[in-house]
């Protein structure tokens, strides 16, 4: 009997794979808690979206002629600028952070977006979720009552007011989810479709329109944010997603994904000094299992 070893480039490319997979992880538990931090600044939440698109709409400018996606017409463009991870989206879970903890967006916004995404394959295929999909969903549900409850019995109509920006922001994103396989749109594609119009467009209305705090912060504030949400979540975070899910395959990406909520809980520990009650915990539990549950469910 043989037994076959991997071979270098198996290992490699498996290695890629793991290293992006917890890039995916430690950019978007970084996306909510230092966004959540950013907010308690002078800045606005029109600040941090424009200092987002400042970065991805420069670095993105000398792509765009040769990555723009013209197999689209203009319905689905438009769709991807709207609700795609772009200024529609930031805005919504920056508003949501204004008023409640980094854990309630980690909860809310990956523990709902399962449920828009079954909503919308339901409506638009008829295909019904299984029985595991149906009680991982009803496990996040639990588990994002519990902290839901916790939270606005302690802070009453703020955490109720971010956790609707929460749920709102993953309705819109799971629009995206569901048509980006549909429209065969490949990540350099939504690099540009995403971050190019995203910048034309709110640039103008924030300068002119939106209030801003940008006068009144702090120099190292402005250039971290502008740094981190520009090329985190805003470049790097889809590069790793490509990346992982390609060398590991969708489902073990998912994976890495659907630990986001307890991540995020665990990092603002440390960063904001937020730690989430007994109940609380017990929610982001139950809704990471859950959607670890989900992911063996997709797979199944």
Not at 228 to 240: F, R
């Amino acid at each position: 009997m043989t037994v076959q070893t991997p071979m270098p480039e198996d290992i490699r490319n498996r290695t890629l794979g793991l290293a992006a997979a917890v890039g995916v992880l430690v950019i978007w538990s970084g996306f909510i808690v230092f966004s959540r931090a950013g907010v308690q600044t002078a800045l606005t939440p029109g600040d941090i979206t424009a200092l987002r698109f400042m970065v991805t709409g420069v670095l993105m400018a000398p792509f765009a002629w040769a990555w723009w996606p013209r197999h689209l017409g203009p319905v689905p463009i438009v769709l991807i600028v709207l609700c795609g991870s772009g200024a529609l989206y930031a805005m919504l879970v920056y508003m949501g952070l204004r008023h409640t903890s980094a854990a309630y967006a980690g909860v809310f916004t990956n523990g709902a977006l399962p449920f828009f995404t079954v909503l919308l394959v339901t409506a638009f295929t008829g295909a019904l979720p299984n029985r595991l999909q149906l009680v991982s969903l009803v496990i996040v549900t639990v588990g994002a009552v519990l902290v839901a409850v916790t939270g606005i019995r302690s802070t009453g109509e703020g955490a109720a007011l971010g956790i609707v920006f929460f749920l709102t922001a993953a309705a819109i994103q799971s629009v995206y989810i569901f048509g980006v396989r549909r429209w065969r749109l490949t990540p350099r594609q939504a690099l540009v479709t995403i971050n190019i119009p995203n910048a034309l467009v709110f640039l103008p209305l924030w300068y002119f329109f939106l209030p801003s705090g940008l006068a009144q912060a702090d120099t190292g504030t402005i250039l971290f944010q502008a740094a981190y949400q520009g090329l985190g979540p805003g470049i790097l975070a889809m590069v790793c997603f490509a990346l992982a899910a390609n060398h590991l395959g969708p489902t073990h990406t998912a994976g890495f994904s659907a630990a986001v909520p307890a991540s995020a809980a665990l990092l603002a520990i440390p960063v904001l000094s937020e730690i989430p009650g007994p109940l609380e915990w017990a929610g982001i539990a139950l809704v990471t299992i859950g959607l670890l549950m989900l992911v063996r469910a997709r797979d199944t």
